[in-house]
């Protein structure tokens, strides 16, 4: 079942045997393995496998018989432009100073401090932001401009 789910998983997701063996740090021939039922994953390997295609290891392991939802189950023919991914930078941006200013943010103590911290609040905030981007560009574009009309 493992060895299923994974070739399914690859194939739906357009990557290529090479492509995830270098995400995991294996050999294409190892991860080949994998798909063909000849050896079988560890435990971490595993999580990471799940991790990578968005579903459970109980549904990789083929004991979650439901289809598998991914994490990006809506496939977007939307790409946001240079200009698209400046404004969200900057809107981002402007979100921090706002927050920096009123409520003085700190995680643990000073916001100078802790950068880092404030540097990942920072991605995670742009990523949301570029999702909700994209999400609006894919409900709002007419469907006669829409790629890979159904």
Sequence with gaps: MLSKRLKELRLKSK?????????????????????????????ETLKKLADYFGVTVDYLLGRDEQSAKMQNEKEYNVTLTEKDIKEVKKKAEAIKDGLMASISLAFDGNPEEDEETLAKVMQALEEGMMLAKKEAKEKFTPKKYRKNQQ
């Design 15 to 43: 990557k290529t045997q090479k492509e995830i063996a270098i995400y995991l740090d294996i050999t294409r021939e190892a991860y080949t393995q994998y798909e063909t039922g000849a050896r079988n994953p560890d435990y």
